[in-house]
């Protein structure tokens, strides 16, 4: 079996805030033309998009399963809601099921918990401990895998929800996590920092809110293309897991401290210097992803663990096209030029990361070539995201002019 990418982190339109054009088969006409050989279905534990699974998705006998072509892994996104100490926690996880049977039959016990049909991202008021708990307890094949880690809202290590340590928030079922999601705003570099998460798979993944923003993080593997084979590979990556797709993590909209709403964005240095206090209206900041990866390391920048997956950062296709043309991302040229490089390449990650200049050249003017080329040198000047607000990557020419 050839290398193949995934992403497993995505939603249906019956999330809050997620487009209505995210349907099955919109997922997998975007899945074949960004590379992605197997995409998650985000959501399952609602009962509308079940539905829509159990209609549109063939079974292939391998765990996995088929739309138009395209291969799916059966995934859903939920949040926790409990109190340690007096303080309250919510927490992102990521589910994984091995058939739609089980997946159905966890979302009937999850439904004790809260109401699944409100959102595609249930709330559950439940401990994230017990939710692995129950999940496992159903089907012991599942997985529950802590997403988006450092997220300040959300992520099990984020500043203003999370804990500083796995253990405080899964207590004894810590021994069944084996991965972990970087998130958009951290990659593995970053992560590497802390020993205390030396033995966790680092996964990455879109988190994506429309059909087109999928794959803009993804993982590779070389394993059989079984739902087995990848949950093993993510267990012990020599098995098969090689690494993953990154956003530039400045990129990501937490990546520094902040106050969106006073356009503050501040570096972990002058947070502390400030004393966690906005410099335009004196109220808190948001702490940010790199904020509390320092606070929490214990290795120096640029540490990498012996045998480590690798990682590579990209920009989006579109996002290269867009600048190199300057022209918008949502214009007609760039849909244009979007579509004639994939459809000469064969897929975008194809000619993100792998196609020859001479080859881009083909289907693409000189700039968006050299702006691609670029990108792969890591040539690129990222403005930091801050507070809920996306950072920005600008080409190094372009930045200088």
Known sequence: MPEFFADFHLHSRYSRACSKDLTIAELAKWAKLKGLTVLGTGDFTHPLWMQELQTALRDTGTGLYEHAGQRFLLTA???????????????????????????????????????????????????????????????????????HVWT????????NTGFDRLEACYGAQTQHIFAMET????????????SANARYTLISNSDAHSARKIGREA????????????????????QGFLGTLEFFPEHGKYHLDGHRACHARLTPAETKQRGG?????GRKV???????VDTLADRPDGFVPPGAPTFQRMVPLEEIISQALDVGTGTKTTA????????????????????????????????????????????????????GEYGTVRLADAAAA
């Open 77 to 147: 996104e939920v949040n926790t809601l409990f109190y340690v100490d007096g303080k309250c926690h919510q927490i992102h996880h990521l589910l994984f099921a091995p058939s739609l049977e089980s997946a159905g039959r966890i979302t009937q016990e999850l439904s004790a918990f809260g109401s699944l049909s409100i959102d595609g991202r249930p709330m559950l008021k439940m401990s994230a401990e017990r939710l692995v708990e129950v999940v496992l307890g159903i089907e012991p094949r599942a997985a529950v895998v802590p997403a």
């Open 152 to 159: 300040p809202h959300f992520g099990v290590f984020g500043s």
């Open 183 to 194: 998130g958009l705003s951290s990659d593995p570099a970053m992560n590497w920092r802390s």
């Open 219 to 238: 993982n590779r593997f070389d394993c059989a293309l079984t739902y087995d084979a990848i949950l093993g590979a993510m267990q012990d990556p020599r």
């Open 277 to 281: 206090l906005c410099p335009v209206c």
């Open 286 to 292: 948001t702490v940010g992803v790199l904020h509390r």
């Open 336 to 387: 244009q030029a979007y579509f004639k490089l994939v459809g000469h390449c064969g897929t975008e990650f194809h000619a993100l990361l792998e196609a020859p200049a001479e080859v881009l050249r083909q289907a693409a003017p000189e700039a968006i070539v050299e702006a691609i080329l670029a990108v792969r040198l890591g040539q690129v000047v990222v403005e930091p995201g801050y507070d």
